[in-house]
């Protein structure tokens, strides 16, 4: 069983990290550098991996929240609507961040990137 451990100091979660000249496994904080050595040796790692429905769904859903920024410099090039929700992300094998447009449009939901 694994529980999750935080930090004495700033209560921030501890990740595990190696220490390969002591060959000990500690539990440190990314906040304040807090490390103190795991009372067990087992690490569990669990991956979620997002079915293409998924994306497409928190996609949708990007034009309907009204904490991301808009515009009306950019129309859809699909159907034609002035306006569209933006934001920033990494796109998978490329360097730097990548600006993601998504129709407002609520029956079109058509996204595009910035060229």
Not at 23 to 31: D, E, G, M, Q, Y
Not at 53 to 73: C, F, G, I, M, W
Not at 75 to 102: D, I, W, Y
Request: one cysteine or more; a positive charge.
């Amino acid at each position: 069983m694994s529980t999750m451990k935080f930090c004495r100091e700033c209560n921030n979660i501890l990740y595990p990290k190696e220490d390969k000249e002591r060959k000990v496994l500690l539990f440190a904080c990314r906040n304040c550098y807090h490390q103190e050595v795991a009372d067990y040796s087992c690490v569990y790692r669990n991956e979620v991996h997002h079915t293409a429905s998924e994306r497409t769904q928190v996609l949708q859903d990007v034009a309907a929240d009204p904490t991301l920024p808009r515009t009306k410099a950019v129309k859809c090039s699909k159907c034609n609507h002035p306006e569209a929700a933006f934001f920033q992300a990494a796109s998978r094998g490329e360097e730097g961040m990548t600006l993601f447009f998504v129709c407002c449009n609520p029956s079109c939901g058509h996204r595009w990137r910035e060229s």
